[in-house]
């Protein structure tokens, strides 16, 4: 079939959109996708450790998000929106501009309080920062950068999104965005998911703005994917044959869980593998990892809808997402969330 951004369209009531985060990470409604028969139930959060079996392999992302977001002007004067994508070096990185005209080539910016980064080109959207400072980027960052929300949270950041907008096990700085399946989680029902037996295990992808970036072409065979880093560790590879060898399912938690896992199996069975990815998880893909699937609800044409379309299927998903409308869940990073099993 010839896909198009069209199939993963749906009409989504702005006040479904979640503006703040629910009072406790667990109280969140999870919706619930049989893959066998299509079948939907409705439930809170922690009944999840119901649909874990102990034979099961639940896998995280610990990426950790970083205050990406600096404020600034231009030589000219011109103000400028720098939101970093990456860290290439200590001293180097790759970064959003807004800018009432683009920067050329060699202009110094300053940012936050005094600073200053030279534009050195460009990398496709992105454009080329070098810091001309003695301190590293990435303490620049921790001192005077902004935590980035999405773009569809119409608010200013406040002093609590720095805690809740962040995984209870997130430990590898990295992502300007975070791997919100698991901000449903906190450390007493990781805890209870541990004690019915259940192996837990972590991998890293640093999730960059490019997952908020609308597909701009109609057919999805057209799309050029973001690149994103990701580190999936021998330790997780026995974790998964191991699993395999007892019966267990891999549980997936978050879409870059799933990107990750199914882009170290490329070849056939998962393998370590640390580096780039560009996967492109749409109607057609096979599957060869992971087995369920926890996430959030995605923005309509998005690439997440297109790799949930995939994993579960375009109908059930379409089937799923309505219903989620009609029993008013809330939506995308501080939403509710689906486990499809």
Known sequence: MNWTTEHFDYH???DLIAQQPAEQRTQSRM???DRGTGGLSHHGFPDIVDFLQPQDLLVFNNTKVFPARLFGRKESGGRVECLIERLLDSHCALAHLRASKSPRDGTLLTLGQ??????DGRQGEFF???LLDERPFLDVLEQQGRLPLPPYIE??????D???YQTVFAERVGAVAAPTAGLHFDKSIIA???NKGVEVATLTLHVGAGTFQPVRVDSLQAHKMHHEWIDVPESLVQSIQACRQRGGRVVAVGTTVLRALEAASLQGSCEAYAGETDIFIYPGFQFRCVDALLTNFHLPKSTLMMLVSAFAGYEEIMKAYQAAIAAEYRFFSYGDCMLMS
């Open 155 to 160: 608010r200013d950041v406040s002093p609590e």
């Open 12 to 14: 989504l009531p702005a």
């Open 128 to 130: 080329l920062l070098t």
């Open 31 to 33: 919706l619930h996708l």
């Open 114 to 119: 005094g600073i200053t980064v030279r534009v």
């Open 192 to 194: 209870a998911i541990k």
């Open 162 to 164: 720095y805690d809740r």
